[in-house]
């Protein structure tokens, strides 16, 4: 199997400060269930089914750090939002299924908050709302109509702001009404994963870092074959996200699509008094490639979104992208004029897992041995915690509420394999761009702009 690619820092990992790793698997070792990846999904595993079973030997493999891959470089989002939100997914999945989407992303980002307050980790957790924010009148009416349809579906803590309402709250001469839930939890998401490996450690699991899986053999028990050691388990839990087509057995199922996000250097008295922000909301945009922003505690605006990068087959050197964060640069200026002279300190980007119909898919493998989890796009932070007790469950074949949502055992319909596949995730794309086009026509028509504002969104 290849190897992951070097990646540019976060901000959360750079800032993190020093770390110490778990050393990596030598020798042989015998496991009850081997969890493949070390990120919010592996750990949490882990840790779930320490927490009903301390008697199980479990085993989690990272090919890196902990934290490399996406939990570790996220926009620290922890949302109630799946695939393309309130709009398009009720026509994608059924209303019903939908509603039960709905209710099951509530449930992960409460939970998140109760696991943040039951082990007492210390990850910057605030939880100041959403913001979705309209920039053209196009987006209001989409917005409004998005707040009318889940307030239609029994989800009465969805509200719309109009111009002066957001205004008030976040001072961009861009905003013309936004959507706001409540619900939204913010976290420093290399602080939280670092200290779920911890916690999992103190459950009792056992971690290997810098320990990548390179072979898996089906046999009468699961052997991994890692540089220099050995896994023989009885069961096996596929935690890799968007390395998940990676492995044969699952090449089908998920394909990476990669993220850019830029933080600046802290803003000045000056910079904060003039975009006000005093409640820190986590704010996206309306868009299908949507452009995600908050505040940091040392008051760094950090941005992300925009521009999506595809790779042709297993190609992941994509981690980097140039006019990606210069689309991020502009966009910071575009939103807020009086930002201009802020300096960017930090870019980055990262792959996440995309299924065919952009919807989360957890399930076995063959026979009741093997379980995945794959698909939560822009959107894991929350709902990875959830899936995580919802694997428990199906590892441990206990039937529950988990186990019946519409994420689970359902057919992922499969990417076919290249060139197709690419040619479907381009028309994807660019089906979602065009749209956004069309839905941005007004900002492109002559009309005065906004004091100092770029001309580029
Ligand atoms: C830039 C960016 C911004 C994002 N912003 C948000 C956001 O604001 N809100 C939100 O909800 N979601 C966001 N996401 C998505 C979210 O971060 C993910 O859905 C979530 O972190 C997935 O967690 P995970 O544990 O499943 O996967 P990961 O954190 O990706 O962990 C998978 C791990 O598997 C390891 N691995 C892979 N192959 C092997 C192997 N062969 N052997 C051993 N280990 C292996 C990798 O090294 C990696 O550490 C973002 C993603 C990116 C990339």
């Not at 070097?6 to 042989?28: A, F, I, K, M, R």
């Not at 934290?67 to 939100?85: E, I």
């Not at 072979?215 to 839990?237: A, N, Q």
């Not at 850019?260 to 006000?276: F, K, Q």
């Amino acid at each position: 199997m290849q190897s992951l690619p070097d990646s540019p820092l976060s901000l959360w990992l750079d800032t993190y400060g020093e770390y110490h790793p778990q050393p990596p698997l030598e020798g042989e070792i015998e496991a009850d269930i081997a969890i493949i990846g070390g990120g919010f999904t592996g750990l949490m595993t882990a840790y779930e089914l320490k927490r009903v079973e301390p008697t199980l030997r479990i085993v989690v493999l990272e090919a890196k750090t902990v934290g490399y891959g996406a939990s570790g470089r996220n926009g620290s989002f922890a949302m109630t939002v799946v695939g393309l939100g309130f709009g398009v997914m009720p026509t994608l999945m059924g209303v019903e299924r939908f509603k039960a989407a709905h209710r099951y992303m509530m449930r992960a980002v409460e939970e998140l908050d109760a696991l943040i307050e039951r082990e007492k980790i210390e990850c910057e957790r605030i939880r100041p709302g959403f913001l979705r924010v309209a920039t053209t009148k196009a987006y209001v009416r989409r917005l409004q109509e998005d707040v009318e349809r889940m307030n239609r579906f029994g989800f009465s803590d969805i509200f719309w702001l109009d111009q002066a309402e957001v205004r008030q709250r976040v001072n961009s001469p861009r905003f013309l009404g936004a959507l706001w839930e409540p619900r939204l939890v913010l976290v420093n998401p290399a602080k939280l994963v670092r200290a779920e490996r911890d916690l999992a450690l103190r459950y009792g699991a056992e971690i290997y870092e810098n320990t990548p899986a390179v072979e898996i053999r089906r046999e009468r028990r699961f052997r991994i074959l890692t540089p220099r050691g050995k896994v023989y388990s009885e069961k096996l839990v596929f935690a890799t996200n968007a390395y998940t087509h990676l492995f044969p057995l699952l090449r089908r199922k998920q394909i990476p699509a990669f993220t850019y996000m830029v933080a600046t250097e802290p803003l000045s008295e000056r910079h904060l008094e003039s975009i006000g922000w005093q409640g820190r909301e986590g704010i996206e945009d309306a868009r299908n490639l949507i452009h995600y922003y908050r505040l940091t505690p040392d008051r760094r605006l950090v941005i992300g979104g925009g521009p999506v990068g595809i790779t042709f087959a297993d190609d992941l050197n994509a981690d980097r992208n140039e006019s990606a964060w210069r689309h991020l640069e502009e966009h910071i200026r575009f939103l807020f004029p009086n930002l201009r002279d802020v300096r960017v300190t930090h870019r980055w980007g990262g792959p996440f897992s995309v299924t065919i119909d952009l919807t989360p898919a957890m399930g076995y493998l063959g026979d009741r041995r093997a379980v995945y989890s794959v698909g939560c796009i822009g959107h894991g932070v929350s709902a990875s915690h959830l899936n995580a007790q919802t694997l428990r469950d199906l590892l441990l074949e206990r039937r529950s509420e988990l186990t019946e949502c519409p994420f689970v055992r359902r057919r992922v319909i499969p990417w076919p394999p290249e060139p197709l596949r690419s040619l479907i995730a381009f028309a994807l794309r660019g089906y979602l761009q065009l749209e956004d086009w069309w839905y941005e026509r007004e900002l492109r028509v002559a009309q005065p702009e906004p004091t100092g504002a770029a001309s580029r969104f």
